[in-house]
């Protein structure tokens, strides 16, 4: 008796099982590759309008206050992005050293550029959360944490990348141990001292002189939480003063 099916057919689960398999596999890393937004990875790096803003001139070798451009950030739940004018207090003519200046003219020229013609410079927003979450800077600067926890040392990136991941993880640790991320109220935006004198002490030897390794850099020792000082307070003190009180909802958090 002629079979009903060709022998073929008994590959056909086999070849099914791939094909759908497959198929599963390439739409996952599909979707995570096209819809999974770059912006939420750390590393992450836009390019700027322009020649960019280079913070390691502006914050770290003319040591310009964070608050001096990002002005709301004690009062506000967003850090606003300086508006051109502001840009244009230093890099008017006449503002700055002469000689500055005239190095800097052709890079800062879109800068002008954008005051003359009364128009925004789209600065790209490098720091983002998901829409369905919040980060209110105002509540956790006037607590006391350095912007060196959220964004690393700024004042030495030339170019600003994202230093970590401001998933919902990533929160969660440091709410667990805030004590690690509090620093004293009139230190958070002095990010250097934050790094070699809150979280690492700079090394001195027995003629308290700083200690550098062969390439010369500065030696820093770890400090212990135990010995850090927040007004008056050890972090552990203050730390249960902020726990009294804490959020009971997503609310506090999430939209």
Known sequence: MKPIFPKWMNALPTILFFVVNGGVVLAIAGFWYYATPKFWEVGYMPTQPGSGFN?????GKLGIDCRYCHTHVEESWHANVPAVSTCMGCHAENKINVDVASATDEKVQFIRDAYEQDVAIEWRNIHVVPDYA???HNAHVNAGVSCFSCHGQI???PVVVQQESLSMGW???CHRNPEENLVPKDKVTDLYW???QWFNK???DENNEIIKDMHGNVVLDSVSTSDRQHNGLT???LVDTLKRNPPQH???CHY
């Open 171 to 173: 929160c969660l640790d």
């Open 55 to 59: 913070h390691q001139i502006h914050a």
């Open 235 to 237: 972090p552990d003190q």
């Open 250 to 252: 997503c609310a506090a």
């Open 155 to 157: 004042q030495g990136m």
């Open 194 to 196: 934050v790094q070699t």
């Open 202 to 204: 700079i090394a001195l």
């Open 134 to 136: 919040t980060f209110p």
